[in-house]
């Protein structure tokens, strides 16, 4: 299974693989640790970002403290309480990264036996992602 952390665009930042039978939950850690320093030429340097928007898969207190450790604040939607119809706004751009990578032929159905070569394929298609998406 990929996971993927995008930035608002759409642009993938961070991105990992893991069993089928993990839950989602499993995989965020390494995903944001994952993320490389943001740099910019104008404005405050930033090393990480400041948000970061999840599903109900997510909503675990020990990663709500994680990410506020980190200076991350968490916006997942709570199981039982909120709805997730407010998400939509946000996750509409990590499902079009997903449709990008799974047009990407050899990400569509797991043809590698092993997982290193998977995840340097998914690592290729990421980066053919943001060429076409810098480059338009």
């Known amino acids: 299974m990929i ?49 970061l928007h999840g599903d109900k898969g997510y909503d675990f207190d020990r990663l709500r403290t994680w990410l506020r450790s ?19 706004q946000h996750r509409w751009t990590v499902e079009r990264t997903v449709a990008w990578l799974s047009g990407c032929r050899r990400l569509h159905r797991r043809y590698e036996r092993k997982a290193e070569h998977f995840l340097a394929f998914a690592g290729i298609a990421a980066a053919l992602i943001c060429y076409r998406r810098l480059t338009a």
Do not use: Y
């Open 70 to 88: 980190r200076n991350i604040t968490p916006r997942i939607a709570r199981r039982g309480i909120e709805s997730s119809q407010r998400l939509g």
């Open 3 to 51: 996971h993927l952390i995008t930035e608002r665009t759409g642009l993938p930042l961070s991105i990992g693989i893991s069993a089928a039978n993990t839950h989602d939950s499993q995989g965020l850690e390494p995903l944001v640790r994952g993320i490389p320093p943001i740099r910019s030429r104008r404005g405050p340097s930033r090393r990480r970002p400041t948000k």
